[in-house]
């Protein structure tokens, strides 16, 4: 098992533009996560899925932000009409139960920077 | 709302020295925390991680421990070297609602070790 994986590792777009990034959770884990992370900040929650089913967004996840966990394998992350407030890194995370004690696993991130 | 505080912001050690990073949280009522790594640029490696009926979890010359009923833990690093250098970060892990745990993360501490 290589760990949780993402992809691209950067991306630049020009603002007003849609991006899409891709997250592969550690195998049979059935939760992932998604987070942001402003420079000098520490990760903040986005969004949840158990399984293929989203439960928690945060209040940050605008209606331009969308998230799918198709067949409770691979996450995708869309960002519509790009706005440089935007550029940060986006963090993957998996972990492996159903209760709270759980261990958070993170990919190394997709650094996304808004021109 | 959970609040994580590390102190301090950021700390240059010489090689050898022996540090503690420290981390305060506001709501005791946590599952378990974590703390991670985090090179520039890069995602979050896990580094250990002390459920809320543990006191202390070690890991080579790491050794972090849990005050659960103070809000406050510690990462202490034995014989400091320069591949330490990196922004350590502390996550609590607590209920956010709708049967859901999110951690939540500090600004991390960015340790310096100078060779």
């Known amino acids: 098992d290589t760990g949780v994986s993402q992809d691209p590792r950067h991306k630049i777009t020009k603002r007003g533009q849609n991006v899409t990034f891709r997250c592969d959770p550690i195998?049979?884990?059935?939760?992932l996560y998604w987070y942001r992370q402003t420079l000098g900040q520490g990760p903040e929650f986005l969004t949840y899925f158990q399984n293929e089913a989203q439960l928690e967004k945060s209040r940050l996840l605008s209606d331009r932000f969308s998230a799918e966990r198709p067949k409770g394998s691979f996450s995708t992350l869309e960002i519509q009409r790009t706005e440089q407030g935007d550029s940060a890194m986006y963090l993957c995370a998996s972990s492996l139960g159903v209760g709270p004690n759980t261990e958070a696993f993170f990919g190394q991130g997709t650094r996304l920077t808004v021109v | 709302k959970q609040e994580v505080t590390q102190i301090p912001a950021a700390l240059s050690v010489p090689e050898g020295e022996n540090l503690v990073l420290n981390c305060s949280f506001t709501?005791?009522?946590?599952?378990?925390l974590q703390w991670f790594r985090q090179d520039p640029g890069k995602g979050l490696t896990s580094l250990l991680l002390?459920?809320?009926?543990?006191r202390e979890q070690t890991s080579g010359r790491l050794n972090a421990s849990l005050d659960k009923s103070s809000g406050r833990s510690t990462l202490y690093i034995a014989a400091s070297q320069p591949g330490d250098s990196a922004t350590y970060l502390c996550a609590v892990r607590s209920y956010s609602g709708a049967g859901s745990y999110q951690l939540t993360f500090g600004k991390g501490t960015k340790l310096s070790v100078i060779p």
């Open positions: 709501d005791s009522a946590i599952y378990n």
């Open positions: 195998s049979e884990h059935n939760r």
């Open positions: 002390i459920q809320s009926s543990q």
